[in-house]
């Protein structure tokens, strides 16, 4: 091999070590690059996780913990937290729907369970008799129900539901869509009794009494 043969081939030699040198830096930037993207996406979700999580449900107002108690109230607990539906407040279907699936806890006795569950549907169904304390401080009485409603695919859902006076406790109290209302229990020498709160949205998120 003569000199100019030796000096291709060093030189082919040299820019194949090159490239691979450089095809190596370039693929190491391609995972920097990829890993502070995926790093940015993180906190991002991060951020809207923090800024969209509901806050937690605040404590019962003391207006409401005065009047329970005026009544020797006890045992008081929270039911659910809920934005009213178009069919909460509609004077046709007259009922408060408590889903099941946003029951924050049992607020019922096994006894009291048992009872409501005799009931096949809504057209004929056991129902109680309960105290309720409206939004306004106003004592009143409601029946409580369990429905089950039967969906098009053929499966049920099935909900507790206030009904009877419930279109006069809309109407007394100027409820509305899309409002936040929460549904607190008690209990008056073991009988079961409730309490309506009205809510609104503060600034930061959080709820305060209407």
């Known amino acids: 091999m003569d000199v100019v043969d030796g ?25 920097l690059e990829g890993s502070k993207i995926k790093k ?23 207006k409401f913990r005065k009047r ?44 009291e369970t048992e009872f409501l569950n005799l009931g096949d549907n809504k057209k004929k169904c056991s129902e109680m008799e309960v105290m309720l304390i409206e939004p306004s401080l106003r004592r009143g009485t409601i029946s409580l129900r369990k429905w089950e ?23 007394r109290n100027a409820l509305r869509e899309d409002e936040t209302v929460q549904l607190w229990s008690f209990r008056i020498n073991s009988k079961l009794c409730l309490a309506l709160v009205k809510r609104r949205a503060k600034s930061n998120g959080y709820f305060i009494e209407f």
């Not at 095809?23 to 930037?29: A, F, L, M, R």
């Not at 996780?49 to 605040?58: A, C, G, L, R, S």
């Not at 409603?149 to 109407?171: D, I």
Request: aromatic share 8%; with cysteine.
């Open 149 to 171: 409603m039967k969906k098009a695919s053929g499966s049920a859902t099935s909900m507790y539901v206030l009904v009877g006076q419930w279109n006069s406790v809309a109407w």
């Open 40 to 62: 940015k996406k993180q906190k991002m979700a991060i951020r809207c996780d923090q800024q969209y999580t509901t806050p937690p449900p605040p404590d019962l107002p003391i």
């Open 68 to 111: 329970i108690r005026a009544f020797g109230g006890s045992d008081i607990a929270l039911v659910i937290q809920k934005c009213l539906f178009k069919t909460d407040v509609s004077s046709g279907h007259n009922r408060l729907s408590i889903p099941f699936n946003q029951i924050q806890q049992t607020f019922l006795t096994p006894q």
């Open 7 to 31: 000096e291709m081939k060093i030189e082919k030699e040299y820019d194949q070590g090159f490239r691979v040198e450089h095809e190596g830096d370039d693929h190491q930037s391609r995972l």
